[in-house]
T-cell receptor, first 113, second 112 residues
């Protein structure tokens, strides 16, 4: 059984629209993250949350908004979608601390046309 | 400049051979290193972590770390075609937000 569930697996969106990427983890971890991976860039950190509080935001654009309704949920809302947003978005989780192992979800592959 | 650099970009080894992958950080605030493996179309899976100077071995995989030079290497002996994947080096910072900074990866192909 997958310990981190990401939905949907694939998503096609029209330029200018808004989408929400879902992430739930069942590992009992207190920290959750969003990463983005595209053909042009390496795996890129976006956000980190701990106990539902934002710890770090490395995303330049306010079009990306994380939402944490429960401790084990961290969704990602993306507004005014652009073709450059096309990428695979990975959710991950860990226990607290710089030396904690991450577990990644299977990813949501987003294509913006 | 990327904070975590990996080399080579791609590597081809014969089945049964040794694959050696390198990773260096240019940021003195880096403290811990991980190696992840990502098969095509899949998510990254942690292979090994190393936090102290020296060597760590798990099965066919060995990692080395030199903290003074912030250099780590991953060695895979008796490489198998199933080892063909993108190998990602990641580092975390002292007093950071627990974010991992990833390198661009080494694409390993093991030829049968």
């Amino acid at each position: 059984d997958p310990k981190i569930i990401q939905k949907p697996k694939y998503l096609v969106a029209v330029t200018g629209s808004e989408k929400i990427l879902i992430c739930e983890q069942y590992l009992g971890h207190n920290a959750m993250y969003w990463y983005r991976q595209s053909a042009k860039k390496p795996l890129e950190f976006m956000f980190s949350y701990s106990y539902q509080k934002l710890m770090d935001n490395q995303t330049a654009s306010s079009r990306f908004q994380p939402q944490s309704s429960k401790k084990n949920h961290l969704d990602l809302q993306i507004t005014a979608l652009k073709p450059d947003d096309s990428a695979t978005y990975f959710c991950a989780s860990s226990q607290e601390g710089e030396d904690s192992d991450y577990t990644f979800g299977s990813g949501t592959r987003l294509l913006v046309i | 400049q990327q904070k975590v650099q990996q080399s080579p970009e791609s590597l081809i080894v014969p089945e049964g051979g040794m694959a050696s992958l390198n990773c260096t950080s240019s940021d003195r605030n880096v403290d811990y290193f991980w190696w992840y493996r990502q098969h095509s179309g899949k998510s990254p899976k942690m292979l090994m972590s190393i936090f102290s100077n020296g060597e760590k071995e798990e099965g066919r995989f060995t990692v080395h770390l030199n903290k003074a030079s912030l250099h780590t290497s991953l060695h895979i002996r008796d490489s198998q075609p199933s080892d063909s994947a993108l190998y990602l080096c990641a580092a975390s910072m002292i007093s950071g937000s627990w974010q991992l900074i990833f390198g661009s990866g080494t694409q390993l192909t093991v030829m049968p």
